[in-house]
């Protein structure tokens, strides 16, 4: 059976954009034809995403696989590590939680996974005509090279040439270029076939001396330099981006006449990206807040998002004071929506009973803004499925909902226990969340509501009408994910080397 080409791309550290760069080449090469996958053999995110088939995957590759018109499948990210400490993760082995892992006891581990991420790539290459892989961090970091399962040891297996990316907008482009070179072996430097500069700011024409030269050092080529943008709204994969200041959630927003939305950052944060949408409507104000002094002073929507960790962000809400602030705004009449971890929170208690994500028998105080109660129940019992509903109650933040089909996905450990008052049923029969008689707050499991337009609307229009009374919102176009992805593989197209990029794929690259 004739086996896939493939293409790697490591970086020369975390957040220099591989993950951006392929999924701008997954959209590139799937509109020249090809049957096109993404795999990263382990990832390390809290952004994570459902299957179809009810398997977790990082964020990261599914949105890869959507930009190459594809569905998410678990061989595309085999290992999925979710951090709970800063040794400590949830180790999620093709879409299940296996269970949780030191650092040290994931390293002894290493063999038998290293046959999963193999199984998994060549499973890929059999169905499709090209892999682009995917590194993670530096790989070169030496102290953990004989550990190595994402970068030079996958491109080992798939017999992938390498295109090595830095960050020119750090600063040190050279240093960190060249510095990884010289410290590849000989026979891992032998399967870089070329350089990609990324995030530049400026004229490129003052910089194409420097191409020339990092060449000439390099002795291989420089596919191309891609500018830094802001106006791709592309999913991230991680809280990374959070500390640097570029998700899209943190952009500015320059909007007089808006609803004042905020969305609660917690130190174990995920699935952030499901409310990109909702940054990107013109009729919004929304803020990414991690602290009191950070709230509005007169915000219309409080959203408790998800978390990995939802007693530890309990208690660092208490801890903070946001908690209390929280509560002092629900007072004033600020709408309230809790998804997954943050449905937890807004409730009276929240229990670990076996410890799942934290010590056996850990309580936490809830927020105590609905009548439900969450326990934890083992890893084995873990809901990770995808998720079709329609809204229950039509009041308060959801009046102008219609009863279309919504899609959805869930994640959660938890379940929780709330009166009669249920959100949203479920197509396959179930009921989720709940809401207040006014309507005004609410919480339920379903992740990725923001996406569904007729959603995102309605919310805004709710919130709109209670701040500006009978003044409707301008209606505005749409936010499309695949629009972004076309954006996103023409700036690649016009910035780099097409044609040298095909040479390496097939191997004629001198």
């Given amino acids: 059976m004739r086996l896939a080409k493939t293409l790697m791309i490591q970086g020369t550290a975390s957040t220099v954009g591989k993950s951006t760069l392929v999924t701008g080449l997954c959209r590139l090469f799937a509109q020249e034809g090809l049957r096109v996958a993404p795999f990263k053999a382990q990832n390390m995110a809290l952004n994570s995403f459902v299957t179809a088939d009810g398997g977790e995957i990082g964020r990261a590759q599914a949105v890869q696989a959507e930009a190459a018109g594809i569905e998410p499948a678990v061989e595309m990210n085999p290992i999925l590590l979710k951090p709970e400490g800063n040794s400590r993760s949830q180790v999620v082995m093709l879409g299940r ?63 992938a040439p390498v295109l090595l990316v830095g960050d020119i907008d750090r600063g040190g482009i050279f240093a960190s270029l060249l510095g990884t070179l010289q410290l590849f072996k000989p026979e891992e430097r032998a399967r870089v076939k070329g350089l990609i500069i990324n995030k530049f700011r400026g004229d490129l024409a003052l910089w194409r001396d420097g191409e020339r030269l990092l060449a000439r050092m390099a002795d291989m080529p420089v596919l191309g330099t891609v500018p830094y943008y802001t106006d791709i709204a592309i999913a991230e994969e991680d809280s990374v981006s959070l500390e640097r200041g570029t998700s899209l959630l943190q952009r500015p927003q320059k909007r007089t006449r808006a609803v004042d939305i905020v969305v609660i950052r917690y ?84 229990c670990d009973p076996e410890g799942v994500e934290s010590a056996p028998g850990t309580v936490e105080p809830g927020l105590n803004l609905l009548p439900v109660e969450t326990g934890f129940v083992s890893l084995e019992e873990k809901v990770t499925q995808q998720s079709r509903a329609r809204i229950l109650t039509r009041r308060g933040l959801f009046a102008a909902l219609d009863d279309s089909e919504l899609q959805a996905y869930q994640i959660h450990a938890g379940r929780t226990r709330a009166p009669e008052n249920p959100l949203f049923g479920l197509v396959q029969g179930e009921t989720d969340g709940w809401i207040s008689a006014d309507g005004w707050k609410a919480g339920c499991y379903l992740h990725g509501l923001f996406e569904n337009e007729a959603f995102r609307k309605a919310v805004i229009q709710a919130l709109w009408k209670r701040r500006y009374t009978q003044d409707e919102p301008q209606p505005d176009t749409a936010f499309s994910r695949q629009q972004e992805y076309d954006k996103l593989a023409a700036l690649l197209r016009q910035h780099l080397d097409l044609k040298l990029l095909y040479r390496i794929l097939e191997g004629r690259e001198g």
């Fill in 97 to 159: 939680p296996l269970r949780r892992m030191e650092a040290q006891e994931y390293y002894r581990h290493r063999t038998g996974f290293r046959e999963v991420v193999q199984r998994s790539l060549e499973a890929l290459r059999q169905r499709f005509d090209l892999v682009l892989i995917e590194g993670a961090g530096s790989p070169v970091e030496l102290n953990l090279a004989q550990y190595d399962l994402v970068n030079m040891a996958v491109a080992h297996l798939a017999d």
């Fill in 267 to 350: 130190p174990y944060l995920s699935n952030f990206d499901e409310f990109d949408a909702l940054a990107a409507e013109p009729q919004v104000r929304l803020s990414l807040v991690g602290s009191p002094e950070e709230l509005p002073e007169r915000p219309d929507l409080i959203i408790l998002p998800g978390s990995k960790n939802t007693l530890s962000d309990l208690g660092w809400l208490w801890r903070s004071g946001l908690a209390l602030q929280i509560r002092h705004h629900a007072a004033q009449g600020a709408a309230l929506l809790g998804i997954c971890g943050g449905y937890q929170m807004l409730g009276e208690r929240v």
